[in-house]
């Protein structure tokens, strides 16, 4: 027989309140805490962020890890940032997409290095494919807007970081709490519920644009935060869903978020085209 639906509904609630408190107190007593952004990333943040910032300068630190060289390459060269042919250097590359564009594929290949997740590991990697699809999605949304396209990739990269600290949470707790990573944890459920509230304290923990923080908490109710790069980020988030399951465009239309970003009917068929492309080298990108 199965349960009935207000028990589930009761049990569900349950284990994201038991969640909720034992994130809560491992958080306080730092028997968890929130890893710094790798120093790559960091440095490059800085540098971006100075009146004049110095390429040569980013150039050289991304040099020195030639794993991240040739992936920020790859990345570089990709649909995302504009690009028809490979890009071979790494200085072609700042010339192309800017110290900004460096610093943001940075960040998305090293997030995946930020939280460890063990058991949840697999799950991890999803989270990561997606959260770079939809920051290369909300940077050409926001270009395409006239907005902050730099913002929106920072912003849409890190608008689920919450769901991934949330795994690497309940890897740490299932350590010494098997039940944790027991079959009726009702996973989804709790990573839907409690991420646009975990998010944005990760980030308060990295030193990154105020909008950054916001976008985590409001990416689902992007009306609530009245910020034209949230809304953005929204239609982003809802062509990235579209892309994966092929609906039709007229549905696209009818999403509040893309009604609300201006985005038109000829924009989203161009968008999607590309998000496509950008979904197909992402998987192998973080193989
Ligand atoms: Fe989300």
């Avoid at 030639?66 to 250097?89: D, E, M, N, W």
């Avoid at 949330?166 to 039940?179: K, Q, T, V, W």
């Avoid at 009818?254 to 989203?268: M, N, P, T, Y």
Wanted: glycine content about 6%.
């Amino acid at each position: 027989m199965t349960k009935g639906k207000g028990i589930a509904l009761a049990e569900t609630r349950g284990w994201q309140f038991a969640f909720q408190l034992e994130a809560d107190e491992a958080l306080a007593s730092g028997k968890f805490s929130i890893p710094p952004l790798p120093q790559v990333a960091v440095e490059l943040n800085d540098l971006a962020n100075r009146r004049d910032p110095d390429l040569k300068a980013a150039t050289q630190l991304v040099h020195r890890d030639p794993q991240l060289a040739s992936r920020v390459l790859a990345l570089a060269s990709s649909a995302a940032f504009g690009s028809r042919v490979p890009i071979s250097s790494l200085q072609v590359a700042v010339v192309r997409i800017g110290i900004n564009g460096l610093r943001d594929i940075a960040f998305a290949v090293m997030m995946g290095d930020v939280f460890r997740c063990g058991a949840l590991d697999f799950l991890m990697r999803e989270e990561n494919v997606r959260a770079y699809l939809l920051a290369a999605t909300t940077h050409l949304v926001t270009r395409k807007l006239g907005l902050d396209s730099d913002q929106g990739f920072l912003a849409g990269l890190l608008a689920d970081v919450g769901r991934i600290a949330i795994l690497a949470l309940l890897a740490h707790l299932g350590r010494s709490e098997p039940r944790w990573l027991a079959e009726e944890v009702p996973l989804m459920e709790i990573l839907d519920a409690t991420h646009t509230d975990v998010g944005p304290k990760v980030i308060a923990h990295w030193d990154l644009a105020p909008i950054v923080a916001k976008a985590a908490r409001f990416h689902h109710t992007p009306m609530a935060a009245g910020e034209p790069l949230i809304i953005a980020l929204a239609a982003a988030d809802a062509l990235v869903e579209a892309s994966a399951t092929e609906v039709e465009i007229e549905a696209v239309c009818q999403v509040d978020a893309i009604q609300q970003s201006g985005l038109r009917e000829a924009d989203l068929r161009q968008l999607l085209e590309t998000v496509a492309m950008v979904r197909e080298r992402s998987a192998a990108l973080f193989g």
